[in-house]
């Protein structure tokens, strides 16, 4: 069995748009949130704020924990737990270099994403919309005493909505 893969991800939202990344993964092209892993001795806020970053090159204030998914893929079985996070948006820069597997990053709706549902990473990018526009938020209490979650995974896990 593969260990879990812990990461972190955005809800960025502006004017009923939300900032995805079209990205190489597997051998295909698919939507996800912007965000990545945690860097050794990184709190998670700060990472989904490098990640963004990196990803978009769109500058963010983290906000709230949406909530924590965890999403095991159909064939391989890996395990993926994902911090979803609340973003302000603060401003992109149109000139920034974005990581290597990024192929743009674009704007949509909801509606725009249920309608690209087969080109999704994970169900989890449509799952943390709906929860987010439901205005679903996590106690900032839930991740306390959980730091650093790399070495506390299994306690993460225990708190996960399995999507």
Not at 86 to 113: F, K, N, P, Q, S
Request: net charge negative; charged share 25%; aromatic share 4%.
């Amino acid at each position: 069995m593969y260990p879990t893969d812990l990461t972190v991800s955005a809800v960025v939202e502006d004017n009923g748009n939300y900032l995805l990344v079209e990205e190489h993964a597997t051998g295909q092209i698919v939507l996800n949130q912007p965000g990545g892993h945690i860097e050794a001795g990184e709190s998670p806020e700060a990472a989904v704020v490098r990640e963004v970053l990196e990803e978009t090159g769109c500058h963010i204030a983290c906000g709230e924990l949406v909530g924590v998914y965890l999403w095991i893929h159909p064939q391989s079985r890996q395990q993926f737990l994902r911090l979803v996070f609340t973003a302000e948006l603060l401003g992109c820069d149109e000139e920034r270099i974005l990581d290597d597997t990024i192929v743009a990053r674009c704007w949509m709706t909801r509606e725009d994403i249920e309608h690209r549902r087969k080109t999704l990473r994970s169900p989890v990018v449509l799952r943390c919309v709906h929860d987010y526009e439901a205005g679903k938020r996590q106690s900032d209490g839930l991740l306390s005493g959980m730091l650093p979650l790399q070495q506390n995974v299994d306690a993460v896990l225990a708190n996960a909505d399995l999507v």
